[in-house]
């Protein structure tokens, strides 16, 4: 005899209500472990997340002159609020970009390439080096006839790359930030 053959009186899908009422203790049990010191903690939410503590607490280090340094300010400013003076984390970043070709016609010209981003970065409270790290990302790039259309994608997959890039910053960061960071 199988189980949905032999339905006991209150049984659900085969599982008495005593055994119901384990699995959901049990159940309740890990997910109160899992919230705990040693346990897991989450990124975002009201208050509660690593995340949201570092909205508004870091500043940017002024981003050195080029397309490249500026979306990618900007694009961090976007992840980590508003940028405010006063902010007790500096965040000091170095990104380099280089291209790969990947394509190439029977006129040997290059029709794709990807464009590889590398950034640097390090938070600082004050002289104390909190954190550092690297992150990677890489954008596609069609090159057409068009100098200006090649320009234009150029641009535009550069600035994905930036957004990418300032997102894994962020999320590195929010994983890594413990709450000595905000301390006096």
């Not at 029709?111 to 002289?127: F, I, M, P």
């Not at 596609?140 to 990418?164: I, M, P």
Request: glycine fraction near 12%.
């Amino acid at each position: 005899m199988n189980c949905a053959t032999t339905k006991k009186a209150g049984a659900v899908h085969g599982f008495s209500p005593s055994r119901r009422a384990a699995f959901g203790l049990l159940g309740a049990a890990l997910l109160a472990g899992c919230g705990g010191p040693g346990g897991f903690r989450p990124l975002y939410g009201s208050g509660a997340g690593a995340g949201g503590s570092l909205m508004n607490q870091v500043r940017l280090a002024p981003a050195a002159r080029g397309d490249l340094p500026d979306r990618l300010n900007r694009a961090l400013a976007r992840s980590f609020g508003a940028p405010f003076p006063e902010a007790p984390l500096l965040l000091e970043t170095t990104p380099a970009a280089v291209r790969r070709g990947l394509a190439v016609g029977q006129d040997d010209a290059v029709t794709r390439y990807n464009l590889d981003l590398v950034v640097s970065y390090r938070l600082k409270r004050g002289e104390a080096l909190l954190a550092s790290g690297e992150v990677e990302t890489i954008a596609a790039v069609n090159a057409v006839a068009s100098q200006y259309a090649t320009l234009v994608s150029e641009r535009e997959s550069l600035g994905r790359a930036a957004e990418d890039a300032a997102d894994k910053i962020f999320k590195r960061l929010a994983v890594e930030a413990q709450p000595e960071w905000w301390g006096p």
